[in-house]
């Protein structure tokens, strides 16, 4: 199971039209999918709620922590066939419920609107907790989304040194449009959408598929080769 982190800690970042964008590329290319939403909001949930009957399946799982234990426990549950699961993080997550999606993660997403209020609160995030000693240890892969960016100004210039000093990887950069909100409130994608309303944002959009999909290639061999080593030392 590929498992994509989707995070930041400022709410209104983007993290739900990703999520949802990911998910519903991968179940219509007919890939075991699921989506995790740790946020008590529950954006995620709703948009598979209003999900056409004869749309893809997408699994639902939820993990707010508002829930009892055992009931929590249940509701997180995700099938033993999927093999993308997208998870939707809380606004502002920290302590264990942080430590619990960083340890189910296989890579992570960081959107980030390109505004100054965003940029240096996800700058102090990143830099405090994402490459903290325990997370380097385990390389997971972490990558930029610039969401909400204006056609005006496609290229900014803080948000352009804000990649440079945390030596991060700029992910794709996603044009404001009302496109990603119409097929959000039709519980679709801009990947179900007519190619022809989304042509653009599913252009802009491909390169986060691509990241995600070699992430879960490179996991993968990464697996294959401990396996390959212990069972060498069992030989």
């Known amino acids: 199971m590929n498992t994509t982190l989707v995070i930041n800690p400022k709410g209104g970042s983007g993290k739900t039209t990703v999520t949802i964008n990911l998910a519903s590329y991968f179940a219509n290319a007919n890939v075991p999918t699921a989506v995790m939403d740790y946020d ?5 949930l709703n948009w598979l709620r209003l999900r056409a ?9 939820n993990a707010a922590r508002h829930q009892g234990m055992q009931l929590r426990s249940f509701a997180m549950y995700v099938p033993e066939a999927t093999q993308q699961l997208i998870i939707d993080a809380p606004a502002g997550a920290s302590g264990i419920v942080l430590q619990e999606m960083l340890e189910r993660a296989s890579c992570i997403i960081v959107p980030v609107s390109p505004s100054p209020i ?4 996800t700058a102090n995030f990143v830099a405090e907790v994402l490459n903290a000693a325990r997370l380097q240890s385990r390389n997971l892969p972490v990558g930029i989304v610039a969401n909400k960016v ?3 100004m ?13 030596k991060l990887p700029l992910v794709a950069r996603l044009v404001d449009s009302d496109v990603y909100l119409k097929a959000a409130e039709a519980g679709a994608g801009i990947f179900e959408l007519d190619p022809g309303l989304a042509l653009a944002e599913r252009r802009q959009f491909m390169p986060i598929v691509e990241w995600v999909q070699q992430q879960g290639r490179v996991e993968t061999q990464r697996e294959g080769e401990v396996y390959e080593l212990a069972r060498a030392r069992l030989a």
Do not use: M
């Not at 008590?40 to 995620?44: A, D, K």
């Not at 009957?53 to 799982?61: N, S, T």
């Not at 496609?154 to 945390?166: H, K, V």
């Open 40 to 44: 008590p909001q529950g954006s995620s």
């Open 154 to 166: 496609p290229q900014y210039a803080p948000f352009d040194s804000f990649l440079g000093t945390l």
């Open 150 to 152: 204006r056609r005006s």
């Open 53 to 61: 009957p004869h749309a893809p399946k997408i699994h639902a799982a």
């Open 118 to 121: 965003d940029i240096h609160a």
